[in-house]
């Protein structure tokens, strides 16, 4: 399989239509690009009976922070809360992930930059749990499979995430193109 997300234009070319181009230019590369590359790998970490789901965590934490920081100039538990809120959450108080954003964010945290930590025991895995999650005593638990899917979702045929015209005014959308820019360019 070849996944070359980030060398599929020529640079030169690319920051040449990101500087000059309207605000969409840069938006949909970068979710096209997630939609199309990343989250191939993203979907595979439920399938069948091999599991990734530390690697599910970390990849839907990864692009929740890059939009909400990109979008809406959030960070952190702040931001990672505002991407579920807007784009992953279901209709069901189960599915409505931003609800243990906090946890999971701060398990998100443990993966990433430690391993071991105490909030390892506010978070559970439960595959076969029909809700998208539930509390038991002091530990939250979550189907990683219907987390994935609604994560999966926002960036579907009919995801909200493709509606972000809708919640921006057409200078926001500018600020958003100049935030993500700056990112693009500094590293």
């Known amino acids: 399989m070849e996944n070359r997300a980030h060398n599929i234009e020529p640079l030169e070319k690319r920051i ?40 599910l965590f970390l990849g839907i934490h990864a692009v929740a922070l890059t939009i909400a920081e990109g979008f809406f100039n959030k960070k952190g538990p702040e931001g990672y809360r505002l991407f579920l809120e807007k784009f992953v959450d279901g209709k069901t108080t189960d599915t409505k992930f931003s609800l243990i954003a906090e946890p999971i964010h701060n398990w998100r945290n443990i993966l990433a930059h430690q391993w071991l930590g105490i909030g390892g025991y506010d978070i559970g895995y439960d595959y076969k749990l029909k809700s998208g999650w539930e509390k038991r005593e002091d530990t939250i638990f979550i189907n990683p499979k219907i987390y994935c899917e609604h994560y999966l979702n926002a960036f579907g045929q009919n995801g909200r995430l493709w509606d972000y015209q809708d919640m921006f005014t057409e200078e926001e959308l500018y600020q958003i193109k100049d935030r993500l820019l700056n990112k693009f360019l500094s590293r």
């Open 16 to 55: 040449k239509r990101f500087q000059d181009g309207h605000p969409i230019e840069i938006i949909e590369t970068l979710l096209n690009s997630i939609a199309n590359f990343f989250n191939n790998e993203i979907r595979i970490t439920t399938e069948g009976n091999n599991y990734q789901t530390s690697l």
